[in-house]
């Protein structure tokens, strides 16, 4: 709604190319944000996270690992050089919440106390 008040006054070329500079300048979603909390969970688990291929010099540990990659809807990023990585496995985007793996635990716990 805001846009197209801002917008009300262009000419319509006008507006195609503004949509056309938007397009360039805009950065991509890469993940959702539900899929970012996600790729989060998956870095803090435990298991080996996603790192910088770049590490081995200038990289210091987040208290995860050297140069753990940092997730964001833009993609991966890297705190210590210009790296970035636009993938993920799908297992990585969909791991569970924390609250669901309180679940499967009380579950597991549950099953073999019966
Ligand atoms: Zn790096």
Request: proline letters at 6%; aromatic letters at 12%.
């Amino acid at each position: 709604m805001y846009k197209s008040k801002r917008n009300a006054y262009l000419t319509e070329d006008a507006k195609i190319l503004l949509g056309e500079i938007e397009a360039i300048i805009k950065p991509p979603e890469v993940f959702t944000p539900d899929e970012v909390n996600s790729l989060n969970q998956y870095q803090c688990s435990g298991f080996h996270p996603f790192t910088c291929p770049n590490r081995g010099s200038q990289h210091f540990s987040n208290g995860i690992d050297l140069g753990v990659l940092i997730p964001t809807t833009r993609g991966w990023i890297c705190q210590y050089c210009d790296y970035t990585q636009d993938w993920a496995h799908d297992f990585m985007k969909n791991y569970p919440k924390v609250e669901e793996i309180y679940t499967i635990r009380e579950i597991i716990r549950d099953g073999e106390g019966a």
